[in-house]
C-alpha cells in the first residue's frame, strides 16, 4: 500500500492518481467536517478541501508519509471562511435541545434531560471558545490526532496546541462544574 506522500509524488506526472487520496481520506475529512457545519456545507467544504489540496499538491512535505494532518489543516482553513454557518448551527442546537427539553422531554427520564441541557450547556460554550481554542480541541477530541498532528494541521507550534487545549478544556470545565452548583442550590432551596 502505498504512502500519502507516494500517491501525491506519483500524482505530479499523472493527476488522477490524487483520487486514491480522496478515496482513502475523504470519509474522515468529511465526518469532522459535518460534525462543525450542516451536511450541505459539509459536502461543498469537502470538495473544497481536495481541490486546494490538489492545487497546493508541490507544497506538501513529501517527508511526512500521511497527509490527514495537511488535510484537516486545509479543511479547518476553509471551515473558518463558513464559519457563520458553524456559528448557526451551533445557534440552533442550542435553541432546539432547549425547546425539545421544555414539552417532550419532561415525560422522559430525568438522566435524558440532563444529558441534553449538558449538551446545550456545551454547545454554548464551544461556541463562545475562542478559534484557535475550538479548532484544536475539536480536532483532538473528535479526529483523534496528537498534538503534533494538530500543530501541523493547522500551522502551529506542538506548545501552543497544549495551551489552547488546555484553556479550552478549563473554559469546559469551570462552565460544568459552575452549572451543576447552580443545579445543587436550585435543588436544595
Same mark, same amino acid.
Given at each position: $500500500?502505498?504512502?500519502?506522500?507516494?500517491? !501525491?509524488?506519483?500524482? $505530479?506526472?499523472?493527476?488522477?492518481?490524487?483520487?486514491?487520496?480522496?478515496?482513502?481520506?475523504?470519509?474522515? @475529512?468529511?465526518?469532522? @467536517?459535518?460534525?462543525?457545519?450542516?451536511?450541505?456545507?459539509?459536502?461543498?467544504?469537502?470538495?473544497?478541501?481536495?481541490?486546494?489540496?490538489?492545487?497546493?499538491?508541490?507544497?506538501?512535505?513529501?517527508? @511526512?508519509?500521511?497527509?490527514?494532518?495537511?488535510?484537516?489543516? @486545509?479543511?479547518?482553513? !476553509?471551515?473558518?471562511?463558513?464559519?457563520?454557518?458553524?456559528? /448557526?448551527?451551533?445557534?440552533?442546537?442550542?435553541?432546539?435541545?432547549?425547546?425539545?427539553?421544555?414539552?417532550?422531554?419532561?415525560?422522559?427520564?430525568?438522566?435524558?434531560?440532563?444529558?441534553?441541557?449538558?449538551?446545550?450547556?456545551?454547545?454554548?460554550?464551544?461556541?463562545?471558545?475562542?478559534?484557535?481554542?475550538?479548532?484544536?480541541?475539536?480536532?483532538? *477530541?473528535?479526529?483523534?490526532?496528537?498534538?503534533?498532528?494538530?500543530?501541523?494541521?493547522?500551522? !502551529?507550534?506542538?506548545?501552543?496546541?497544549?495551551?489552547?487545549?488546555? /484553556?479550552?478544556?478549563? !473554559?469546559?470545565?469551570?462552565? *460544568?462544574?459552575?452549572?451543576?452548583?447552580?443545579?445543587?442550590?436550585?435543588?436544595?432551596?
Amino acid at each position: $500500500m502505498s504512502t500519502d506522500s507516494e500517491i !501525491i509524488a506519483r500524482s $505530479m506526472s499523472d493527476p488522477p492518481e490524487f483520487g486514491d487520496l480522496f478515496l482513502r481520506h475523504a470519509p474522515r @475529512i468529511h465526518r469532522y @467536517i459535518a460534525r462543525r457545519t450542516d451536511s450541505v456545507v459539509a459536502d461543498d467544504v469537502l470538495n473544497e478541501t481536495f481541490l486546494v489540496a490538489f492545487e497546493k499538491r508541490e507544497s506538501f512535505d513529501q517527508t @511526512i508519509d500521511t497527509a490527514l494532518p495537511w488535510l484537516f489543516g @486545509i479543511a479547518t482553513n !476553509i471551515l473558518h471562511r463558513h464559519r457563520t454557518a458553524e456559528a /448557526r448551527t451551533l445557534k440552533f442546537l442550542e435553541r432546539t435541545l432547549v425547546r425539545e427539553g421544555s414539552d417532550e422531554e419532561t415525560q422522559q427520564c430525568d438522566a435524558q434531560l440532563d444529558a441534553q441541557l449538558r449538551v446545550h450547556e456545551l454547545a454554548g460554550k464551544l461556541r463562545s471558545l475562542k478559534k484557535g481554542d475550538r479548532d484544536v480541541l475539536l480536532l483532538f *477530541a473528535w479526529e483523534d490526532l496528537s498534538y503534533e498532528q494538530i500543530g501541523h494541521a493547522l500551522n !502551529i507550534p506542538t506548545g501552543t496546541v497544549r495551551s489552547r487545549l488546555n /484553556r479550552a478544556r478549563r !473554559i469546559l470545565r469551570d462552565a *460544568a462544574d459552575s452549572k451543576e452548583g447552580n443545579r445543587e442550590r436550585f435543588q436544595v432551596a
